[in-house]
């Protein structure tokens, strides 16, 4: 089955810094990839997704970019804020969809004034 | 509420005894989702329902976790004879479903501690 690996664990960063958080996958088949924020409490929100016929997909502040033949995508945070600080998770499917998510350890990220 | 629901949010149980955890997907959402996550891991996939009858429950540990939907909306997730090292946080997801499902919407979870 996939196996999908995230680091850091931890990652602090002043405010306004960027951050760059990595992923590897197992499964050559995998073709779906989000990326999900989880608060304190609460659920995982997805924040970006990327699909294998996409190298870079960005939304506002938030970049995502994928290498199929490494098996490897990143998510990368501009300008970062306080309200970012959260455990930040990669996800990988086979499926095309979100039907079947194999996510990594996470990401606790903390932005600091 | 426009989320979705998860009942109880806290659960607290003796090894061996059975419990049921309830969620409420967003309505008009065909696809549900069950998610376990353990202290410091990502979530891991259980269980996923596509109307009422479960698409893929190749993530359900043993034959103690079963899982039910029968009128393609409220879901139940049963265990039996619950064992320690069944504590964790489950999560419920939904989607709108289809070839091309995206986004999943996750509930806040129900801890379940087995004593």
């Known amino acids: 089955g996939e196996n999908v690996e995230q680091h850091p664990s931890t990652l602090s960063v002043q405010e306004g810094d960027s951050a760059v958080i990595k992923c590897t996958y197992s499964d050559s088949a995998s073709n779906y990839f989000p990326w999900y924020k989880q608060e304190l409490g609460k659920g995982p929100q997805l924040i970006i997704d990327?699909?294998?016929?996409?190298g870079e997909k960005k939304d506002q502040r938030i970049a995502v970019t994928l290498n199929k033949t490494a098996k490897h995508f990143s998510l990368h945070i501009t300008e970062t804020q306080p309200e970012d600080s959260a455990v930040y998770f990669c996800?990988?499917?086979?499926?095309?969809?979100?039907?079947?998510?194999?996510f990594g350890t996470g990401t606790r990220l903390q932005v600091t004034l | 509420g426009a989320g979705v629901s998860q009942t109880p949010s806290n659960k607290v149980t003796e090894k061996g005894k059975y419990v049921e955890l309830r969620c409420d997907p967003i309505s008009g959402h065909t696809a549900l989702y069950w998610y376990r996550q353990s202290l410091g891991q990502g979530p891991e996939f259980l269980i996923y329902?596509?109307?009422?009858?479960?698409?893929?429950d190749s993530g359900l540990p043993n034959d103690r976790f079963f899982a039910v939907r029968p009128e393609g909306s409220v879901s139940t997730l049963k265990i039996q004879r619950t064992e320690r090292g069944d504590s964790a946080v489950y999560l419920c997801?939904?989607?709108?479903?289809?070839?091309?499902?995206?986004?999943?919407?996750f509930g806040e979870g129900s801890r379940l501690t087995v004593l």
């Open positions: 329902f596509q109307g009422t009858g479960a698409a893929d």
């Open positions: 990327i699909r294998s016929n996409v």
């Open positions: 997801a939904s989607s709108r479903g289809g070839v091309r499902t995206g986004e999943l919407f």
């Open positions: 996800a990988a499917s086979p499926t095309g969809t979100a039907s079947k998510l194999t």
